[in-house]
């Protein structure tokens, strides 16, 4: 399996808008559905949103819902988060985390079976 992430747009400014991404390849099942999830220094790691594995439906964190966007296409195996008018207290590593199978909605407490490296946003104030 290659799991891999990536951020686009660089370092931003609270308002800004970042994009992240990841790719997946060689999965063992047709269907997955994935969670991002956070770790901020100092602090827990927590669920920011999860997709379908269809894409079909989504789901958001309470702290998120309204400025990030998740979705996917699954023709070229990639899922997105967008990022929107980003908060200081965004700052975080986000990582990409998928589960095999048919599932939807909050998947935050669901163990997941994969889980890429992570990757660093930060948002200054």
């Known amino acids: 399996l290659m799991f891999s992430c990536r951020r686009w747009g660089g370092l931003v400014q609270a308002g800004g808008s970042l994009r992240l991404s990841c790719v997946v390849s060689g999965f063992t099942s047709d269907y997955y559905a994935v969670t991002w999830f956070r770790h901020a220094p100092g602090t827990e790691r927590e669920g920011v949103s999860s997709?379908?594995?269809?894409?079909?439906?989504?789901f958001y964190a309470d702290s998120v819902k309204g400025r990030f966007t998740m979705s996917r296409d699954i023709a070229k195996n990639t899922v997105y988060l967008q990022m929107d008018n980003l908060k200081p207290e965004d700052t975080a590593v986000y990582y990409c985390?998928?589960?095999?199978?048919?599932?939807?909605?909050?998947?935050?407490?669901?163990?997941?079976?994969?889980w890429g490296k992570g990757t660093l946003v930060t948002v200054s104030s």
């Open positions: 997709i379908s594995s269809t894409g079909g439906s989504t």
């Open positions: 985390a998928a589960k095999a199978g048919y599932y939807s909605g909050n998947l935050f407490d669901l163990r997941h079976d994969y």
